[in-house]
């Protein structure tokens, strides 16, 4: 008998859901494994789920277990071994009249969701379940919801894959190759207009992108902060936030932790920080990580910071701390 999974992905009828939620059932995700979705939204758009569910069954895969979709979270976490946390408001829409410009803008919106939904995973989510929040601002959020689960053996993160990946396609542009021969590319810190990714610590062929590329006003002026404003280049190009890159990040950030890293790479999600490279414990962070081969994820701890990467590191950590004295309340 095949082995099976059950994933829950809030927000299922959402913009990010509708390209997500597919490639959890299509074998590259899960490899040939039995997925059993629970798909979860607000009771006024629930029943959409049943038009989404009709349209998997009728996609051909042969992965795909059972379809269930609830507006009742307690339930759908019942036995989930993944929980992909993507419902939320995004930014770029008017929001009770104001339109909502950045991802912390979002934190009192958002926030709330994630205290009802953390103690439902903590108490009906599997003993090993993973849980990555996607919805912004997705590291406090992770923050709320991790605290209100109170389940030590249950791995939240945060989603940083997405910039990792942005950063990897603006390398390897400015390098002329290929996104994949970008390795160890890091985005320290919140997934904000702060996060810092980090091109010294970043390789090709080995060599440390910086020694590459020694156009430093080109790093300075355009690598970093395109980067940390991407998120919003897009809300401005599309007229809406980003959609089917932040669902293939979602993939990406499961995959990586469904196999074990290989030697010369990493992979970037927040995490909850215990003090490692001297980042205040309690927030979470964006870190290097890497999956042993007994499934476990880890923060790599070998790497050096360099001066200037420390200090773009220690102004995101700050505004992680104000975020988390913003939602003291939740917490
Ligand atoms: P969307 O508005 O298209 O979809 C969000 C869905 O969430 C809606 O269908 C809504 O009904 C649902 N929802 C709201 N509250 C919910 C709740 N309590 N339980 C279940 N479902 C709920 O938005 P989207 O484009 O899919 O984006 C979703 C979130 O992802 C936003 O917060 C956005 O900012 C964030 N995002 C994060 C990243 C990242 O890199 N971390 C990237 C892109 C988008
Ligand atoms: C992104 O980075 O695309 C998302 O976080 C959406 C946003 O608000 O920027």
Same mark, same amino acid.
Request: charged share 20%.
């Given at each position: ?9 809030? /927000? +299922? ?7 997500? =939620? %597919? @490639?959890? #059932?299509?074998? !590259? ?49 019942? /036995? +989930? ?7 939320? =408001? %995004? @930014?770029? #829409?008017?929001? !009770? ?50 605290? +209100? ?17 942005r950063a990897k396609s603006m390398l390897a542009k400015k390098l002329s190759c290929?996104?994949?021969?970008i390795?160890?590319m ?7 207009p702060?996060m810092y990714p980090d091109f010294e610590n970043a390789?090709k062929?080995?060599q440390s992108v910086a020694n590459l590329i020694e156009d430093t006003n080109w790093i300075d002026s355009h690598f970093i902060p395109n980067v940390q404003q991407r998120?919003?280049a ?72 360099s001066d200037n990467a420390?200090s773009r590191?220690?102004l ?16």
């Amino acid at each position: 008998m095949k082995n099976e999974i059950k994933v829950v992905v809030t /927000g +299922a009828a959402g913009q990010i859901g509708y390209s997500l =939620i %597919p @490639r959890l #059932i299509d074998g !590259n995700t899960f490899g040939d494994t039995t997925v059993n979705l629970s798909l979860v939204e607000i009771p006024q758009v629930v029943s959409k789920l049943e038009g989404l569910a009709m349209e998997l069954d009728d996609s051909y895969f042969p992965n795909l277990g059972t379809i269930d979709y609830t507006d009742n979270f307690s339930e759908a976490a019942d /036995g +989930a071994d993944w929980f992909l946390l993507v419902g939320s =408001i %995004p @930014r770029g #829409i008017v929001y !009770n009249g104001k339109k909502i410009e950045e991802r912390s803008d979002l934190l009192q919106i958002n926030g709330g969701i994630f205290v009802d939904q953390g103690k439902a995973i903590g108490e009906f989510g599997n003993e090993n379940a993973k849980i990555l929040v996607v919805g912004n601002p997705a590291n406090t959020n992770a923050l709320i919801g991790r605290k +209100a689960a109170n389940n030590s053996s249950q791995t939240w993160m945060a989603m940083t894959m997405l910039d990792s990946n942005r950063a990897k396609s603006m390398l390897a542009k400015k390098l002329s190759c290929n996104v994949s021969e970008i390795k160890k590319m890091i985005i320290w810190g919140n997934h904000s207009p702060t996060m810092y990714p980090d091109f010294e610590n970043a390789l090709k062929d080995n060599q440390s992108v910086a020694n590459l590329i020694e156009d430093t006003n080109w790093i300075d002026s355009h690598f970093i902060p395109n980067v940390q404003q991407r998120g919003k280049a897009v809300i401005d190009a599309r007229g809406a936030s980003s959609a089917t890159s932040a669902a293939k990040a979602a993939l990406d950030t499961v995959i990586a932790c469904e196999n074990a890293t290989s030697s010369d790479d990493c992979f970037s999600a927040a995490v909850y920080s215990d003090g490692a490279y001297d980042v205040p414990e309690g927030i979470m962070c964006g870190f290097p990580l890497m999956t042993t081969p007994s499934g476990e994820i880890e923060i790599i701890r070998d790497l050096t910071l360099s001066d200037n990467a420390r200090s773009r590191l220690n102004l995101s950590v700050d505004e992680l701390l104000s975020e988390r004295e913003a939602v003291k309340d939740l917490l």
